[in-house]
């Protein structure tokens, strides 16, 4: 789809009617209390809407409608392949309504245009169709038992799910969790980001739409404390899939623990390193990777390249090649589709950033703040790993440089973390390439180039980025699904009995 101008986006925002209720049971309601709470354009502070701000009590009630859907077997029972075709069908009214998805989580997040017509919106579909297509091609198992036996291993649907999404992908990680959840057949208790809520809550009209039935997927936007905690301490939940900080994910844990056992999946943050040697090959083409892994989506990501390791040799080349890179980053309005860096998702977290940038000692490039909104690019040189801007997950447009004079003395400083989510390593050298990999402790190590894989592999951390499940590929639906032995004696009645 080509992209359209300014103008013509703003003409989409100003003409869009936005979602302000809750979704449960199959349709919109306001909060029990009756409270809401503002929806704010970051790029501009203005007031989108009033959204509902949910409680215990809605919590309780989409719970028992979440439960209720999932025990008569509306649609955890239902056959595979009438749950596939919904979710394809689901997939297309997507489709469908993508311009219009694009344009509301764009004013929403402060997510440039251009990122979300060309990346967030068409994975987000690409995403629930992949979770559908799987859904009657994933098999169970018979194992090898005597041939006085039969042992089948069966997935059965975990039950009520709780997913909690972060702010800085709205739609994307809204898919990567309800795209395994439903298909695995579960029914789902969604809270979204209190800053970015409105996509969330279009997605859940134009999934009913497609035929899901009601109290299959419940939308309930609010705080932390009134929804989140409520979600995680309920005792008819049966897990809880959450993505967001690593302080919020143990939350969950203490959540489980205090009442129902319930399974608790966290993807959290990262402080991701990209090593690169002094061989590695065409260092103009390895700057623009770490540029864009540092830099896109405001570095609003926690598989951002936060901490550049470079070898002595080449350090100064290729920061001169990723200072000219970086400057193609601008910022700008998000509706502009030449902006590359939109505006951070609240002035709350914009002092955060801006609260790290003043502890920069050697700035290298950017570290200036425009309207209370936007950052640059920035690159800042650290003495050392042990500077906060080394160690602590910063959230935002900035890339820490250290310089190592060795493989095993980046390797060992890439290490040196809390966290273990995402890691990049730029070498010629094949056997330095794959040592190096596995020797990072990452969830995801990228060789020459930065990502995240693709749908196909599963995205997780080590360490205190995340564990319990995976996001992506078929391992994600391992998390909303249980594994039941079904052992079948097929012995002659007239045989011995065996104890």
Request: aromatic fraction near 6%; glycine fraction near 8%.
């Amino acid at each position: 789809m080509d992209l359209l101008t300014q103008e013509e986006y703003t003409s989409i925002a100003a003409n869009l009617t936005l979602p302000t209720n809750a979704f449960i049971d199959g349709g919109y309601r306001p909060a029990a209390s009756g409270k809401t709470f503002e929806s704010v354009n970051p790029a501009t502070g203005e007031k989108l809407a009033e959204i509902a701000a949910c409680g215990q009590e809605d919590v309780d009630f989409a719970v028992a409608k979440a439960r209720e859907a999932f025990e008569d077997g509306r649609w955890s029972r239902m056959h595979p392949s009438d749950r596939k075709d919904i979710l394809i069908r689901f997939a297309k009214l997507l489709t469908r309504n993508c311009r219009e998805l694009a344009v509301m989580e764009a004013l929403d997040s402060g997510k440039t245009i251009f990122d979300c017509e060309t990346v967030d919106v068409p994975e987000t579909i690409h995403c629930i169709k992949w979770h559908a297509e799987a859904i009657d091609k994933i098999y169970d198992q018979v194992s090898p038992a005597s041939d006085d036996h039969i042992a089948m291993v069966v997935r059965e649907p975990i039950g009520v799910v709780g997913l909690v999404l972060p702010w800085n992908f709205p739609l994307l990680m809204l898919a990567w969790k309800i795209g395994p959840a439903l298909a695995a057949g579960c029914s789902v208790v969604l809270k979204p980001a209190a800053e970015t809520t409105l996509t969330a809550l279009r997605v859940a009209e134009l999934a009913s739409e497609a035929g899901l039935p009601k109290g299959v997927l419940n939308i309930l936007p609010g705080g932390g404390a009134d929804v989140g905690e409520p979600i995680g301490r309920h005792m008819d939940i049966d897990m809880v899939s959450f993505t967001g900080s690593t302080v919020t994910g143990k939350r969950f844990l203490t959540y489980a623990a205090e009442s129902n056992a319930k399974e608790v999946v966290l993807e959290m943050g990262g402080k991701n390193p990209c090593v690169v040697m002094d061989d590695a090959e065409n260092l103009d083409r390895v700057a623009q990777h770490i540029v864009n892994g540092a830099f896109w989506n405001m570095g609003e990501n926690c598989s951002a390249t936060s901490r550049l390791i470079v070898h002595k040799d080449v350090k100064a080349e290729l920061i001169e090649r990723i200072s000219h890179h970086a400057r193609e980053w601008n910022v700008g309005d998000p509706l502009d589709p030449e902006t590359r860096m939109g505006a951070l998702v609240s002035k709350a977290h914009f002092d955060k950033v801006c609260g790290y940038l003043d502890k920069a000692e050697t700035v290298v490039l950017g570290g200036k703040a425009h309207n209370g909104t936007h950052v640059e690019a920035t690159v800042v040189e650290v003495d050392g790993n042990d500077h906060e801007l080394a160690r602590e997950e910063i959230f935002g447009p900035v890339l820490s440089v250290i310089t190592v004079s060795g493989f095993d003395e980046a390797i060992a400083m890439a290490n040196d973390t809390e966290y273990g989510l995402a890691a990049s390593i730029f070498t010629s050298n094949v056997k330095r390439a794959v040592r190096g990999a596995r020797a990072i402790r990452a969830g995801t190590v990228t060789v020459n180039s930065f990502g995240e894989g693709d749908i196909t592999t599963p995205f997780g951390g080590y360490k205190q980025s995340g564990f319990g499940g995976r996001d992506n590929s078929v391992h994600a639906h391992d998390q909303y699904t249980q594994l039941k032995t079904i052992w079948i004696d097929l012995a002659d009645d007239d045989d011995e009995a065996v104890s």
